[in-house]
């Protein structure tokens, strides 16, 4: 391949050039004075009848470079000369159009562009009048072919525009059918930005010793463009997104994602804002594309949203900003897409929002393509957003253990206990002579009576506390602790451990418990005895609680409910459950569409996402506790269904 980048970039005119007349009044109203590198390299071998392999950045003019010889050799027959295949409906578009504005000036000159989507008898119509030039996809161009609409038998030249995409995007077959129909006599040209192994092997089947030239040294975006990239801290994208675009406040630009999803959340993400943004993706109707492509064109539109549809030749003047809202995995259709910026030598600028994956594409870009990648920080939220909506991570509480341990025993208190607080309670007068959090009884070791364990301190509410206490142990019923001990005196005596008792137990009432046996001369053989009569009672529970509802009141449900506090569960001790304003009107599909959406946001798997819950507008869920950090960061302040999304822990 003639790398014809190391040139002298020394300006041609179209007039040095061996064009007609008609063609050079047609550029010159257009204002078209000087050739590209590309088209002043490719015109001539063009012109002579050579088959040709141009490589070739997006934005260089390739249009014209293939589009001009195609004229001069095409202007006096009465044929079907020519035919442009294009990967997208909209390359094809604007493909037609260039040409067009090329032959303005020719007389009886015409060309036509056929693609799906639109009437497939309107096409039949205009193809019959012969034009010369084709322009279209590979699947309306082989439909026609096959039902002989289109006939090919005088074609002179073929044409191939964005090659390597064409075969990326799984149209090598319709391409095998379309050369059937080809006349073997012919001149073909493959133009595209890149030329990877496959689109080298079709070459080497279809062109006739062709001339290979490369012309990637040009105004490209390796020199043209500023290329930035952002390290993602998680898997949220849409606040930094919204957040780069109020910072750098583009004129006018395209956002590119990897999936319609993504460009439809995208979207509405901004234009809640108001910043006003179209989508354009392949799900759309020909006749809405049309129409967004074209408010784009005349400055109606200040943001587009794209899959990698619009990535490939579409020309949109004084685009000032791409930004990638993913990175695609291929690094070449990075270069495609970033080339929408940068144009005919304008100076633009590209940002990528990336995440750990994306490091591989990024070395590639750097490492085979030569670019030059900038790390910068990540935008703050500006001070003027109204994000009133947006909850942030709420903190963990530094609450005292007395104070958790009382809410648990709260919750488990028998009858009598609550009894107990009840007459208390009646007795006590004013707010601040009850403290629940406060234990004021220290650990016994030892037989001390309870009247002389607890010494009031200085503080006149610890008094009045300690007072408190000794009301509560002077009281008719039995001190909680004695139960504790005499569990471990007939311990001591006879062996056997009655488990009921101690499943009934409090939280204070087994560290009362613990406490006691390790003080004892005999601790590992009690405890032993403990554990072995534990695991004896609690096997047989298992099944019941898992397989049936057991009645309300019975042994199994006070059994059940006593191991989950000797065994708490990641959903009920040490994951929490989560309150996201995500619900069943946001989202089709219900509940499984829900958990989906969960665990895309928060990137995890639909699994992780436990015991949902969708209400109208809210689920409940919970995951386990080494995601559920991670997971709120990520999804508050994310963008969808129209609403700002917030998790937060459920109380």
Do not use: W
Not at 298 to 309: C, Y
Not at 383 to 408: A, F, H, R, W
Not at 471 to 490: I, M
């Amino acid at each position: 391949m003639v790398d014809l980048a190391e040139e002298p970039n020394t300006p041609i005119a179209f007039n040095q050039l061996p064009l007609s007349p008609e063609t050079l009044n047609a550029l010159n109203s257009i204002g078209y004075q000087h050739a590209t590198p590309v088209q002043a390299g490719s015109i001539q071998p063009a012109l002579e009848g050579k088959d040709l392999m141009v490589q070739s950045q997006t934005g260089t003019g390739k249009t014209a470079a293939f589009s001009l010889p195609l004229i001069e050799r095409l202007k006096d027959e009465d044929c079907i000369g020519a035919l442009i295949l294009a990967p997208t409906r909209e390359l094809a578009r604007q493909v037609m159009q260039e040409a067009e504005r090329l032959s303005s000036h020719v007389k009886d000159f015409s060309v036509t562009c056929i693609y799906g989507g639109v009437s497939f008898d309107e096409q039949v119509k205009i193809l019959k009048q012969r034009p010369n030039i084709v322009v279209g996809t590979p699947g309306r161009v082989l439909d026609h072919l096959r039902r002989k609409t289109l006939q090919l038998t005088q074609l002179k030249c073929f044409v191939l525009d964005e090659a390597d995409e064409m075969l990326s995007m799984g149209f090598a077959e319709e391409l095998e059918d379309i050369l059937k129909f080809v006349p073997k006599q012919r001149q073909t040209l493959f133009f595209s930005a890149t030329f990877p192994a496959n689109v080298k092997r079709y070459a080497k089947k279809t062109l006739n010793d062709p001339i290979a030239l490369s012309f990637l040294g040009e105004a490209s975006s390796a020199d043209d463009l500023e290329h930035h990239y952002m390290m993602l801290p998680g898997v949220a994208r849409h606040k930094h997104l919204r957040n780069l675009i109020l910072e750098l406040n583009p004129e006018r630009a395209i956002i590119f994602t990897n999936t319609r999803k993504d460009a439809d959340r995208t979207a509405q993400m901004l234009n809640k804002y108001g910043l006003e943004a179209h989508k354009l993706s392949g799900d759309m109707d020909q006749g809405l594309r049309d129409r967004v492509m074209k408010k784009m064109r005349d400055k109606k539109i200040r943001f587009l949203v794209a899959t990698d549809v619009a990535a490939r030749g579409i020309d949109i003047s004084q685009l000032t900003h791409v930004f990638h809202y993913q990175l695609p995995d291929n690094p070449e259709v990075y270069i495609h897409r970033s080339g929408r910026t940068g144009r005919a030598g304008a100076k633009g600028v590209v940002y990528s929002l990336a995440s750990s994956k994306d490091l591989s594409v990024i070395y590639a870009l750097k490492r085979f393509h030569h670019l030059v990648l900038q790390e910068r920080a990540l935008p703050t939220t500006p001070v003027d957003l109204n994000l009133k909506k947006v909850v942030t991570k709420p903190s963990s509480p530094n609450v005292p253990k007395e104070s958790l341990g009382d809410k648990t025993r709260s919750k488990k208190e028998t009858h009598d206990q609550a009894e107990v607080k009840r007459a208390h309670k009646n007795k006590v007068s004013g707010p601040t002579s009850i403290k629940k959090n406060v234990k004021v009884t220290p650990p016994i070791r030892s037989e001390v009576k309870p009247d002389t364990e607890a010494k009031p301190k200085s503080s006149q509410t610890e008094s009045r506390l300690a007072k408190h206490s000794g009301k509560r142990r002077g009281s008719s019923r039995r001190p909680k602790t004695s139960t504790a001990r005499q569990l471990l005196e007939d311990l001591k005596q006879s062996q056997h451990l009655d488990t009921k008792k101690v499943i009934h137990l409090s939280r204070e009432e087994l560290e009362e418990l613990a406490q006691c046996i390790i003080a004892s001369d005999r601790a590992t053989e009690l405890m032993r005895v403990i554990l072995q009569a534990l695991q004896m009672s609690l096997k047989p529970v298992k099944p019941d609680f898992q397989n049936r509802v057991p009645k309300k009141g019975s042994s199994h449900t006070r059994v059940s409910k006593n191991v989950e506090a000797l065994h708490p569960d990641k959903s009920s001790g040490q994951s929490p459950q989560l309150y996201i304003n995500l619900g069943r009107k946001d989202l089709r599909g219900g509940h499984s569409a829900v958990k989906e959406c969960i665990a895309e946001l928060g990137g995890l798997l639909p699994e992780d996402i436990k015991q949902l819950t969708v209400e109208e507008s809210k689920a409940s869920f919970v995951v386990n506790a080494e995601f559920q950090d991670d997971l709120i960061a990520a999804i508050n302040g994310e963008e969808l269904a129209h609403k700002t999304l917030f998790v937060k822990l459920k109380t």
